[in-house]
């Protein structure tokens, strides 16, 4: 098995797209997190759905978690507020590490052991043009952890 038969489609969204619309679509599509590209459509970073749900979380319970219990429903309903007005550049941790990344022709085992690795729950899966390990590519999917795991034990 090699990396371009393993990737599938996932969601991605641009640097400069709103965080607001970030968030929805990894609520609607249930993901952990998503895959954020640059102007050309290359793998820059993984945006965690717990990093958004950091950000909706005020300062002073971060810093005082039992403050958490006095906030009603009413208020909580409304943290999601945080969000409007930014973008998902805006809400990258400072010290992002870039995503993984494999090569097309990679083999289910150079995957799994970029994963381990990196401990990272999913690798973008880049075609580059041949000779050119370094150049810009096209961005042919992802492999999640799930998805890998399903197909070496042997599941189609």
């Known amino acids: 098995m ?3 038969d393993l990737a599938e489609p996932y969601p991605t969204v641009g640097l400069d797209d709103q965080a607001l619309e970030a968030a929805r679509l990894l609520a609607e599509n249930r993901l952990p997190g998503v895959l954020v590209v640059d102007g050309p459509g290359m793998p820059h970073a993984l945006l965690p759905a717990s990093q ?3 950000l909706l979380v005020p300062g002073y319970v971060l810093e005082d978690p039992t403050l958490a219990a006095v906030i ?3 208020h909580a309903d409304r943290l999601c507020a945080a969000l409007a007005g930014l973008t998902v550049r805006q809400c990258l941790p400072k ?3 870039a995503p993984a990344v494999a090569d097309a022709d990679d083999t289910a085992i150079e995957i799994a052991a970029l994963m381990a ?3 990272s729950p999913l690798v973008a ?3 580059r043009p041949v000779g ?3 150049a810009a590519g096209e ?3 992802v492999i999640t952890a799930s998805h890998l795991l399903h197909r070496l034990l042997g599941n189609p």
Do not use: F, I, S
Request: proline residues 8%; aromatic residues 0%.
């Open 2 to 4: 090699r990396a371009r």
């Open 52 to 54: 958004l749900v950091r």
């Open 72 to 74: 009603d429903e009413a």
């Open 95 to 97: 010290d992002a590490p």
């Open 117 to 119: 690795r990196t401990r």
């Open 125 to 127: 899966v880049v075609e």
């Open 132 to 134: 050119h390990p370094k």
């Open 139 to 141: 961005l042919l999917g």
